[in-house]
Nanobody, 118 residues
Framework: QVQLVESGGGLVQAGGSLRLSCAASGTIFSINTMGWYRQAPGKQRELVATISRGGSTNYADSVKGRFTISRDNAENTVYLQMTSLKPEDTAVYYC????????????WGQGTQVTVSS
């Protein structure tokens, strides 16, 4: 059984910063792509950023230059450093990981709320 546990969400004023973490645990052989997605009320879940095992990154246009994704392969952890936050960044942020285990599968975390006040 593989679990992804997110932390680091909260309430911040516009222009502030937050750092999200997501740790994968369980019987894991390796993890390929890891990423962060978000879902605002009344909207579909959207990609925020992804990172390959080798460190190649991809960002949504709306967060380029403000958010940075990174990972620690030894700790099976992915991070999202968010700066210059805007009220439109308010959403539930979900971690995703393509885990190679007994069964290779795409796992999701439970989500962490990020609220940016104006």
């Amino acid at each position: 059984q593989v679990q992804l546990v997110e932390s680091g969400g909260g309430l911040v004023q516009a222009g502030g910063s937050l750092r999200l973490s997501c740790a994968a645990s369980g019987t894991i052989f390796s993890i390929n792509t890891m990423g962060w997605y978000r879902q605002a009320p009344g909207k579909q879940r959207e990609l925020v950023a992804t990172i390959s095992r080798g460190g190649s990154t991809n960002y949504a246009d709306s967060v380029k230059g403000r958010f940075t994704i990174s990972r620690d392969n030894a700790e099976n952890t992915v991070y999202l450093q968010m700066t210059s936050l805007k009220p439109e960044d308010t959403a539930v942020y979900y971690c995703n990981a393509h885990v190679v285990a007994v069964i290779t599968f795409s796992y999701w975390g439970q989500g962490t709320q990020v609220t940016v006040s104006s």
